[in-house]
């Protein structure tokens, strides 16, 4: 995951699909934003990201064992806010560093992460 897009991956023994949850914040939006002021962009983008983290909350609280991973800091914010709400205190939550990777590498790192938990 990063600040723009996050893959979401289910372990499972079939194999495994991948649904992509995407921040509305664009590009293009910022500079929309940037274009009215400086003040009007970062209060759009905090809002937009905290709609972000909000919907992969949603989805995050129907698992009992999650991994965050991906090359920025937005598995760690997105962490800090889960840790925050008590709604996930019995989800076993943890965060692995990782470059950018293909699809077929996330699904591998899913299978390593969880098989080796087993």
Same mark, same amino acid.
């Given at each position: 995951?990063?600040?723009?897009?996050?893959?979401?991956?289910?372990?499972?023994?079939?194999?495994?699909?991948? /649904? #992509? !949850?995407? &921040?509305?914040?664009?590009?293009?939006?910022?500079?929309?934003?940037?274009? $009215?002021? *400086?003040?009007?962009?970062?209060?759009?983008?905090?809002?937009?990201?905290?709609?972000?983290?909000?919907?992969?909350? /949603? #989805? !995050?609280? &129907?698992?009992?064992?999650?991994?965050?991973?991906?090359?920025?800091?937005? $598995?760690? *914010?997105?962490?800090?806010?889960?840790?925050?709400?008590?709604?996930?205190?019995?989800?076993?939550?943890?965060?692995? /560093?990782?470059?950018?990777?293909?699809?077929?590498?996330?699904?591998?790192?899913?299978?390593?992460?969880?098989?080796?938990?087993?």
């Amino acid at each position: 995951m990063d600040h723009a897009n996050a893959h979401l991956m289910e372990f499972t023994t079939d194999p495994i699909t991948t /649904d #992509i !949850i995407s &921040n509305a914040y664009s590009h293009r939006e910022k500079e929309h934003s940037l274009g $009215k002021s *400086e003040e009007s962009m970062h209060n759009k983008q905090q809002q937009s990201q905290h709609e972000y983290y909000k919907k992969l909350g /949603d #989805i !995050i609280r &129907n698992y009992q064992d999650v991994v965050l991973f991906g090359p920025t800091n937005a $598995k760690i *914010e997105l962490l800090n806010l889960l840790r925050a709400d008590h709604q996930f205190e019995k989800i076993k939550l943890e965060t692995k /560093d990782s470059d950018k990777m293909t699809q077929n590498e996330q699904h591998a790192f899913v299978r390593d992460y969880f098989t080796s938990r087993l």
